[in-house]
């Protein structure tokens, strides 16, 4: 587990005037979310009213999976 994520993008009040939506992706536990750029690509085809905001935690263990503390400490940071 990468001790620290990646949330690439700022929801400050001037941009949210400038956009209708917000989008937030997160990639899964055992990838790493290379797929975050393409959406925003194509949701960028035809508007650039639409936030598009990406989650990278990295790849996470098996290991960090099986013990609570560790999956919850993912979970914190997201939150924050």
């Known amino acids: 587990m990468n001790s620290q994520p990646e949330a690439c993008g700022d ?12 989008v937030v992706t997160v990639h899964g536990i055992r990838t790493f ?5 393409r959406l925003e690509e194509l ?5 650039d ?7 990278k935690f990295g790849r996470f263990s098996v290991i960090a999976f099986l013990i609570p503390f560790l999956r919850w400490l993912a979970t914190r940071q997201f939150r924050k």
């Open 11 to 22: 929801l400050s009040e001037s941009t949210t005037k400038k956009t209708k939506h917000v």
């Open 49 to 55: 009213d639409i936030k598009v905001l990406h989650y």
């Open 33 to 37: 979310g290379q797929w975050q750029e």
């Open 43 to 47: 949701l960028h085809i035809d508007t």
